[in-house]
Nanobody, 115 residues
Framework: QGQLVESGGGRVQPGGSLRLTCAAT????????MGWYRQAPGKQRELVAS???????NFAAFVRGRFTSSRVNAENTMSLQMNNLGISDTATYYC?????????WGPGTQVIVSA
């Protein structure tokens, strides 16, 4: 079974930007809708975005217009460009299949938005 590894997180000020990357190993990626999820401290994990194998992306209302996502199936990678970040975007971000996250969770990458 393949693995998922997220990277690119960090600390930014409100209004800043970050670009996250999801890298998958094994034959677990290219044929599936992939999603970005996040989990804020004390809250349940939530779906942020889904990207079809053809690269069509859909976003949760709370990030729509600020986040974009793309994927390169040949490289088993997916990115999440996050702009105009707010304090409420502080969370650990994960990738997995969507809408049902059936793969083992990766370590996630932490995003902290703070003044």
């Amino acid at each position: 079974q393949g693995q998922l590894v997220e990277s690119g997180g960090g600390r930014v000020q409100p209004g800043g930007s970050l670009r996250l990357t999801c890298a998958a190993t094994g034959n677990i990626f290219s044929e599936y809708i992939m999603g970005w999820y996040r989990q804020a401290p004390g809250k349940q994990r939530e779906l942020v975005a889904s990207v079809t194998p053809r690269g069509i992306a859909n976003f949760a209302a709370f990030v729509r217009g600020r986040f974009t996502s793309s994927r390169v199936n040949a490289e088993n990678t997916m990115s999440l460009q996050m702009n105009n970040l707010g304090i409420s975007d502080t969370a650990t971000y994960y990738c997995n299949r969507s809408p049902v996250p059936t793969l083992p969770w990766g370590p996630g990458t932490q995003v902290i938005v703070s003044a």
